[in-house]
């Protein structure tokens, strides 16, 4: 079945630090990847996604490249802020329709 | 569109009693799915719905769990018997048909099951 690894947290980081967020799948076939985020007492949400390799998704700052031949999807922001404190969520969605999410990488970003 | 919603957001419930829980996707969204998260994990799988079709469920999805979507709109979650072990978020998601758009996942933001 598919996986996704993700480094464990807590990452602490001061405001406008670099952050990188390592993430590594297996899956079969095609797979999708995507970046998921969850604020402190709200829902999942979708930050970014790439489709095919080499592929770059990016939203809000946040950049992640779909790297096959490592499996990788590592997840970068080059100025942090504290509203990016948070869970960050790697996820895959290969065959059918489920994503199979890793175990997550708390971030706190202090001032 | 007033994203996926679900009820209750919080239920604390003895061990045996039975649950349900509520989702209402997106309205246009023809597919649906629940996960289930347990605190410091990502979510897992648990079922997924094609309109009122229920065309995928994980070996996590207990005979004590039942999901239903009987108009292919909203969908209810059942949990007979509960066990300490099924305390967890529950979520939600659903997302557009195929050729509407990316078919990604949007989240609802969760019903959250403590048993005592």
């Known amino acids: 079945g598919n996986s996704v690894t993700q480094m464990e947290g807590p990452v602490t980081l001061s405001e406008e630090a670099f952050l990188t967020i390592n993430c590594t799948y297996t899956?079969?076939?095609?797979?999708?990847l995507f970046w998921y985020v969850q604020y402190p007492g709200e829902g999942l949400q979708l930050l970014l996604k790439a489709t095919k390799a080499d592929d770059k998704g990016s939203n809000k700052g946040f950049e992640a490249t779909y790297r096959k031949e490592t499996t990788s999807f590592h997840l970068e922001k080059g100025s942090v802020q504290v509203s990016d404190s948070a869970v960050y969520f790697c996820a895959v969605k290969a065959a059918g329709n489920k994503l199979t999410f890793g175990g997550g990488t708390r971030v706190l970003v202090k001032p | 569109d007033t994203g996926v919603s679900q009820d209750p957001r919080h239920k604390i419930t003895k061990r045996g009693q039975n649950v349900t829980f509520r989702c209402d996707p997106i309205?246009?969204?023809?597919?649906l799915y629940w996960y289930r998260q347990t605190l410091g994990q990502g979510p897992e799988f648990l079922t997924y719905f094609q309109n009122e079709a229920q065309l995928e469920k994980s070996r996590l999805l207990s005979d004590r769990f039942s999901a239903e979507r009987p108009k292919g709109s909203f969908s209810t979650l059942e949990i007979q018997r509960t066990e300490q072990g099924d305390s967890a978020m529950y979520l939600c998601a659903s997302s557009p048909p195929p050729g509407q758009g990316f078919n990604e996942q949007y989240f609802g933001p969760g019903t959250r099951l403590t048993v005592t």
């Open positions: 309205s246009e969204h023809n597919r």
């Open positions: 899956a079969t076939g095609y797979p999708s």
